[in-house]
């Protein structure tokens, strides 16, 4: 027992010198540092830099400009063109709430904004549902795994407008693939008119919405599961628990975090899209698949009503102010 | 042989003229007209003329740049021609000119945002009745379009009211696309129609016999550009509808002529048209009509140059006629371009000095003939060009600009028509009393959105 004992002492004594040779070396080279800093500051005469408080706001100051320039600016701007009656080429003049009481007149606008609440109800939840599925089979081991994870990516990557004009293509009235395999498999007499009629047309623009929107779910649930430790399901199953159980009492609390974060960005961009409306239907068969944003573009770019388009498309922000404060507040609350 | 003699003949004289010209004093324009001239008789004589004459750049746009932005053309060969001329006068001139195409459906975008930042290209062609939306940003073209007018008899009433905004010329008028029936001529004899129909009645009556044989018409009410507003306006003043009084100002849409229109539709829909056109686009009805899905359709002359270098027999079949009349008469409503020089644009005298290149007339009857007629002059000028002797099929497209009325009409081309054009609300009534609305209710639910658009 006592020489190990002396042998720890001995120990403990090597690690001390140690950590005071440390020590000296440290205080050794403090000074120096202190002295040109002091010299710096004799040539910048200010020790600004120095202090921590002004340092933080010199380093965050060029994230602050691009936020200013690339999202206050135009937001403050369109909140100014919302309350004006600019068109394109003359200057806007300043008529209140003008603007806003016109539209909420125009059925149109009606339409869109049932439509836009459809549209990303219905995508958001066909998104969600898909998309954990496919990260939960994509979890487990199989032959060319990371193959098969990165092409899943391939819809979310391919520029939106050309996957969607390859939708076009099939939805087409004469030449749909999607009408051709229905008929010729027996299942309809003729085929359908998919972005012809006011329902198929949202069906359809909710199908391409939702495809190109699922390997995003995925991959994001996809790094979620996988920070979930093996251990826990370890314990589940030695205490017998069944599949369904451990998705719900384990998987799904453990992704909650993940899972907020992605349907709350999915929902943001589904409310704010364009891009697959634009090019499907153009809000058509009669409005029946008008969302804000292209609403908005119809206004101020083909009738050059800049001031009413850009009251349109503010018609967006409570309800997204809506969905980012609930986000921060479920962030704080995970805190 | 021979047309190569008179070519150099032409030549010849052109030289003979340039030289003494330029040092006599006579000034471009002036020389431009007499060569004009030259030209124009050479062109009655069946010459094609390939060379425009040299002639001394005025010293002030030399050396300048100049930008024009337009439509990718659906004709490409014709665009390729504009790029030849901008090339050739460039090089004459002394001035670096860019020749930009980008896809029609994106042209307004361009215009809004080089008009608000105050840059880009010089000049912008504009479509429809552009020239008003963004007058404020447009040069006064007052002495070019009226030159123009002159060489072209005149304008058509639609391109000239169009680009003619309060009182000046804020574009000058280029060319309009000229929509037509395009039809089965083959299947429409087999029901026993020799002409094509002169009013809805009879349009009714032969279609409603081939769709029976599983010919139908093919006609969109969807949201796109071309096709729909084509066939929606001038369909509803050809029943005497409108959608606003002269004054611009009081909707004028329900009426008992709307009503009347409307009710039509929805029976044509039921027995005459294919029923998968509320989803189309403008390229889907030439599709439809080219796979021999449908007999007839409102298009411009594509379907039948496609079908000439792709289908050469299929092409033998098709034959085009003006839009049937209806109790207030036979309209038309055409796709007109106008050229534009932007107010921020410091190279306006170059911009028109090319605006009037690309309208001389041995230059745009070049490009007239490749377009083979695609594309008419904004005036009857070429009504008696030989081209219309070569194809009797392509006929009725020759006086169609006649038959063209500008949207809002009877009102004038306002930002308010424009804005009710790219709602659609017009062809929606239509689309809607087709999805079974009731025809009264349509006509109201248009009333009070077009109250709201011209409201201010």
Not at chain 1, 86 to 113: M, P, W
Not at chain 1, 288 to 315: M, N
Not at chain 2, 289 to 316: D, M, R, W
Request: aromatic letters at 12%; charged letters at 20%; hydrophobic letters at 45%.
């Amino acid at each position: 027992m006592k020489p190990n004992v002396k042998s720890v002492e001995n120990q403990v004594e090597q690690v001390s010198d140690y950590a005071d040779s440390k020590l000296t070396s440290v205080e050794y080279v403090g000074p120096a540092v202190k002295e040109m800093g002091e010299k710096k500051r004799g040539k910048l005469k200010s020790g600004y830099l120095e202090r921590e408080n002004i340092l933080a706001y010199v380093l965050v100051a060029p994230a602050v400009i691009i936020l200013v320039l690339f999202i206050a600016y135009p937001f403050v701007l369109g909140v100014w063109l919302s309350l004006t009656d600019k068109t394109v080429g003359h200057e806007g003049h300043f008529v209140g709430l003008q603007n806003f009481r016109n539209i909420l007149k125009s059925q149109i606008f009606l339409q869109t904004v049932q439509n836009t609440f459809v549209y990303t109800g219905v995508a958001t939840v066909l998104k969600l549902v898909f998309g954990l599925a496919l990260a939960l089979v994509l979890n487990r081991h199989f032959k060319f795994k990371r193959l098969v994870r990165a092409s899943m990516l391939l819809p979310w990557i391919i520029p939106t407008v050309l996957s969607t004009l390859a939708w076009l293509w099939m939805f087409d009235a004469t030449f749909s693939v999607f009408n051709w395999i229905l008929v010729h498999l027996g299942i309809l007499k003729r085929g359908l008119v998919w972005l012809g009629d006011p329902h198929l047309a949202m069906v359809s623009v909710i199908i391409v919405n939702a495809w190109r929107g699922i390997p995003f779910f995925a991959i994001s649930l996809l790094a979620g599961l996988q920070t979930i430790s093996p251990d826990l399901y370890e314990a589940a199953d030695i205490d017998g628990a069944g599949s369904f159980a451990k998705f719900w009492h384990i998987t799904l609390p453990m992704l909650m975090p993940v899972l907020l974060v992605v349907l709350i960005f999915s929902v943001i961009v589904t409310f704010a899209d364009f891009q697959v409306v634009y090019v499907l239907t153009r809000g058509g068969p009669s409005n029946s698949t008008h969302l804000f944003a292209t609403l908005a573009y119809q206004v101020a770019l083909a009738s050059g009503r800049l001031g009413e388009g850009a009251a349109i498309s503010l018609f967006m922000f409570p309800f997204l102010l809506l969905v980012i404060i609930v986000q921060l507040w479920y962030i704080r609350r995970e805190q | 042989m021979g047309d190569i003699n008179i070519q150099a003949n032409y030549e010849q004289e052109v030289k003979e003229v340039t030289y003494p010209g330029i040092e006599g004093g006579l000034t471009r324009r002036q020389f431009i007209k007499t060569a004009g001239l030259i030209a124009g008789a050479a062109l009655t004589e069946g010459v094609l003329v390939t060379t425009t004459p040299k002639i001394a750049a005025p010293a002030i746009i030399k050396g300048t740049k100049l930008h024009l932005l337009q439509w990718s053309n659906f004709v490409p060969p014709a665009d390729d021609e504009i790029r030849r001329q901008a090339a050739e006068w460039g090089k004459q001139m002394g001035v670096e000119v860019t020749i930009e195409t980008i896809n029609a459906n994106d042209l307004q975008a361009r215009i809004a945002s080089a008009i608000e930042s105050g840059t880009g290209p010089d000049i912008v062609q504009m479509l429809h009745n552009w020239p008003y939306l963004y007058a404020s940003g447009c040069v006064d073209v007052d002495d070019v379009a009226e030159k123009v007018e002159k060489m072209y008899g005149g304008f058509y009433k639609q391109i000239r009211d169009v680009s003619f905004v309060e009182g000046r010329y804020k574009a000058v008028p280029y060319h309009i696309v000229g929509a037509a029936m395009t039809y089965r001529e083959d299947w429409f004899k087999e029901v026993g129609a020799e002409k094509f129909p002169d009013n809805w009645d009879e349009y009714r009556k032969v279609g409603k016999m081939l769709k029976d044989k599983g010919h139908p018409f093919g006609q969109t009410f969807g949201h796109t550009f071309g096709d729909a507003p084509a066939f929606a306006y001038p369909y509803l003043w050809s029943f005497g509808g409108k959608e606003v009084e002269e004054d611009g100002k009081t909707v004028a849409l329900d009426s008992k002529e709307t009503l009347q229109a409307v009710e039509f539709i929805v029976a044509l829909w039921k027995d005459v048209f294919d029923e998968t056109g509320l989803s189309w686009d403008d390229t889907s009805n030439n599709r439809a009509f080219l796979s021999e899905q449908i007999s007839c359709t409102l298009n411009g002359a594509s379907i039948y140059f496609v079908a000439k270098k792709q289908y050469p027999e299929l092409a033998k079949r098709i034959n085009h006629a003006v839009m049937p009349a209806g109790p207030a008469g036979r309209f038309h409503y055409h796709v007109t371009f106008e050229h534009a020089i932007m107010k921020y644009s410091n190279n306006v005298e170059a911009a028109k000095e090319f605006i009037l290149f690309l309208m001389d007339k041995p230059n745009f009857y070049k490009w007239f003939e490749i377009a083979e007629g695609y594309s008419v002059a904004p005036g009857p000028d070429h009504e008696n060009h030989p081209l219309w002797q070569k194809d009797p099929r392509m006929l009725a497209f020759k006086d169609i600009g006649k038959l063209g009325k500008a949207i809002g009409y009877p009102a004038p081309p306002t930002r308010s028509a424009s804005e009710a054009l790219s709602k659609y609300i017009i062809v929606d009534v239509f689309a809607r009393a087709i999805q079974g609305e009731s025809p009264k209710k349509a006509i109201e639910w248009g009333a009070s959105e077009l109250r709201n658009v011209y409201k201010s």
